[in-house]
């Protein structure tokens, strides 16, 4: 295990049992990434290989997408679209500066020697303040998995926040957001709530147990201006091997019925998670983050 004090707290690098080049990085015994420096091409968390199928899904397999990750951690997903697209051109914005460069140590981009991936930039600031910064449809994929522990900050839940993701966006871009929840949902269907106001079409990914809500976990939505690849995302989600589901149209709006959207004016933050859902074990397999 490796540690080291950051601006967010205590970083934890735990080696994985069952992958040889794998780890885990935990904030203050939170867990934030799982990544195998030798298969960038493997997601280890339910929620990641959600936003993986997103970013198979945005364009034509294989050809260069421009994304923009909102939350670095340990930049896996960022890993993904380099290893599977070729040649696209990323950034990737994470406010806490000494864990990118504890990041860039320990979990480099380059492995036995190989050439450090091109087209990845990683940006130190605000992940709002920088997204109000990008040029208008200069994204296909924007991807929001802002946690700062186990929570997202208010001003980045916000109807302003989604609307200067809109703006950044192509579109037939797709805006991916992790959202952490529990019983009753209440923070979810606000989310959703939100997004639907904004754009033309939206979905919700989760496990089954977290959409009827009885238990704390991670739920993706998915937004965009245009056409989302509803049957092919739906396909792959209940083909993971902890199958997920999927709901959009009339069931995504009876799901958030009566829920009113988040407005700066009204901010909410996404709320804490049991104490008992970061209780984990080294050679364990965290599901949420």
Not at 1 to 28: C, F, K, N, Y
Not at 268 to 287: L, M, N
Request: proline content about 7%.
């Amino acid at each position: 295990m490796i540690r080291q004090r950051t601006d967010s707290g205590l970083a934890e690098l735990v080696p994985d049992p069952d992958r040889l080049h794998a780890w885990t990085l935990l904030i203050d015994r939170i867990p934030q990434s799982h990544v195998d420096l030798e298969d960038p091409g493997y997601l280890e968390f339910e929620y990641m290989r959600r936003l993986g199928h997103l970013a198979d899904l945005v364009a034509a397999p294989g050809e260069p997408i421009r994304v923009l990750h909102l939350g670095g951690g340990g930049l896996t997903l960022a890993r993904y679209v380099a290893a599977t697209r070729p040649g696209s051109w990323q950034v990737a914005v994470e406010s806490d500066a000494a864990l990118v460069e504890f990041v860039r140590q320990r979990l480099p981009l380059s492995q036995g020697g190989r050439r450090p991936r091109a087209g990845l930039r990683v940006r130190v600031g605000d992940a709002r303040a920088i997204l109000e910064q990008a040029k208008a449809g200069s994204y296909d994929l924007v991807i929001a998995d802002l946690f700062a522990g186990a929570t997202t900050a208010a001003h980045l839940t916000s109807a302003e926040f989604d609307a200067a993701t809109a703006r950044t966006l192509t579109e037939r871009g797709i805006y991916a957001v992790n959202i952490g929840d529990g019983p009753p949902l209440a923070h979810a269907k606000s989310r959703v709530a939100t997004a639907t106001r904004l754009f033309a079409q939206a979905c919700l990914i989760a496990d089954a147990a977290v959409l009827k809500g009885r238990r704390f976990g991670n739920l993706v939505l998915a937004a965009s201006r245009g056409e989302l690849p509803l049957a092919d995302l739906e396909r792959r989600v209940v083909a993971d091997p902890l199958p997920g589901r999927l709901i959009h149209g009339t069931e995504l709006t009876r799901f958030a019925a009566g829920a009113k959207p988040i407005t700066d004016a009204s901010p909410q933050a996404s709320p804490a998670p049991p104490a008992s859902t970061f209780g984990i074990r080294p050679a364990t397999r965290p599901t949420t983050r």
